[in-house]
């Protein structure tokens, strides 16, 4: 039986998933209050596009076999070395390692309350 999730589960659930794939550097922020986009954003990033690639199937296909959640849309492609899975509630930014310390999210974000995904 599949569940629906939503929310920071569903944040949760992108997160380590993205983990299984070898994502590095992987953050969660709570963005209610400060987005009008979406609740919740998993930043993580890849070292190639064949990493980024895996880690955007990784993360969809667990997100559908285990909770019938798709993403609603997607930006990018791993040749653009930043791809951005949309969740609605949801936000998951798959990004190169110079791309993200570039575009510099972290700073960017840095009022939101990061959230712990990964159980101990």
């Not at 190639?48 to 930006?75: I, W």
């Amino acid at each position: 039986m599949v569940m629906a999730i939503e929310g920071i589960e569903l944040a949760k659930a992108c997160a380590k998933a993205a983990d299984e794939m070898k994502a590095e550097q992987i953050r969660v922020w709570d963005l209610r209050g400060l987005s009008n986009l979406t609740d919740y954003m998993v930043v993580c990033s890849g070292s190639s596009q064949p990493h980024l690639r895996a880690v955007l199937r990784e993360v969809q296909s667990k997100l559908d076999q285990e909770y019938g959640s798709k993403a609603a849309n997607s930006e990018g492609k791993a040749d653009t070395r930043w791809v951005v899975l949309d969740f609605i509630d949801v936000m998951v930014h798959v990004m190169d390692t110079e791309l993200r310390e570039y575009y510099g999210l972290e700073e960017l974000w840095k009022d939101a309350k990061e959230i712990e995904w990964a159980t101990a």
